[in-house]
């Protein structure tokens, strides 16, 4: 058990560790958004395709899967949002952006590298679907709300918001395996030749993507306050478990219930800092939750693994 945990950790810290050093002395911020390009619009979109079609058809049409991602996420979304914004009388952006961080796991870059050395290939269905919740619904909406607070919704709220999701179903890391899924639950065969080429494409989807993330730290702007350090614990601690509430009320069990708590247990999706950048709200503090859910994460993802062993 700790072996499993040491050996998919440790190497995830070195490339990391690796990113961030090669960001603070040889690459620049030109170069990370190209990287960042490569894997988010062709290494990823291949993997997950590859993923989906070798995904048994049974799993593809459990409705349970979806419900509990939809619930993981948006529950605690609003949940978030509703306090900081009516309870703790925070403006729209700064109630909007902090239930971003607060709930919004980096499925991507965390997610794909962490869950595919500890629970293999399958682990990217879940992930995808995982991540189709954010890509459809959290980007969209947290697009709106921080466009409204920022008295830009030109065109409406709903012309926003509309304009964001087109946007975000036209990305192939969303349309790639959404198209695998139809081919599935249409028994539709796929040449053993495409999957190994995709496959093959996809391969250095795992390493690349961490060493973007520490390009990524390597440019954030570090403000630790007491408040930054309690967002942190909530996502790694507080996101999982309302997950696990969810597994357990949805009837989920086996490597699903586990991959679906641990993917709530990411760090804070790299996303929210672009965002807060943007609406200049938050921005020291943003950069520095997503450093610091990743530095916790390497205590806390151990410790809900082992928590989760028995389900």
């Known amino acids: 058990m700790f072996d ?20 603070r002395n040889s690459f620049k911020v030109s170069d990370r958004t190209l ?33 509990v991602f939809f619930v993981g996420l948006m529950v605690p979304y609003v949940t978030v949002l509703l306090v900081c914004r009516f309870v703790l009388r925070y403006d729209r952006k700064v109630a ?43 980007i969209p909406l ?8 920022s008295g830009k919704d030109e065109g409406g709220g709903a012309g926003v918001f509309i304009k964001t999701l087109g946007k975000a179903t036209r990305e192939p890391k969303v349309w790639a395996p959404l198209l695998g899924i139809v081919l599935v639950a249409l028994n539709l065969h796929i040449p053993q030749f495409v999957i190994r080429s995709l496959d093959l494409m996809g391969q250095p989807t ?42 357990f009320a949805l009837g989920l069990s086996g490597v699903i219930a586990r991959e679906a708590i641990l993917l709530a247990a990411l760090p804070s999706a790299v996303l929210m800092s672009v965002f807060a950048e ?17 530095i916790l994460s390497f205590a806390t993802i151990p410790v809900v693994f082992l928590l989760t062993r028995h389900f």
């Open 4 to 23: 499993t945990i040491f050996t998919t950790l440790l190497p995830v810290a070195f490339v990391v560790l690796v990113g961030y050093f090669a960001g």
């Open 35 to 67: 990287l960042t390009k490569l894997v988010l619009d062709w290494l990823l979109p291949a993997l997950l395709f590859s993923g989906i079609v070798k995904t048994p058809r049974a799993d593809l049409l459990n409705y349970k899967i979806p419900l």
């Open 96 to 138: 909007t952006l902090r239930a971003g961080l607060l709930t919004f796991p980096d499925m991507v870059f965390m997610g794909v590298p962490i869950l595919g050395q500890i629970f293999g290939p399958s682990s990217l269905y879940l992930i995808l679907i995982a991540n189709l919740i954010p890509s459809l619904i959290i």
């Open 142 to 149: 947290t697009t709106l709300l921080l466009s409204l607070g």
């Open 206 to 247: 795992t390493g690349l993507s961490l060493f973007v993330v520490g390009l990524i730290l390597a440019e954030e702007k570090i403000r630790l306050t007491a408040l930054v350090t309690f967002d942190s614990l909530v996502k790694n601690l507080v996101h999982p478990a309302f997950m696990a509430v969810t597994v």
């Open 278 to 294: 943007e609406h200049n709200t938050l921005t020291s503090e943003s950069s520095t939750a997503v450093l610091e859910t990743r």
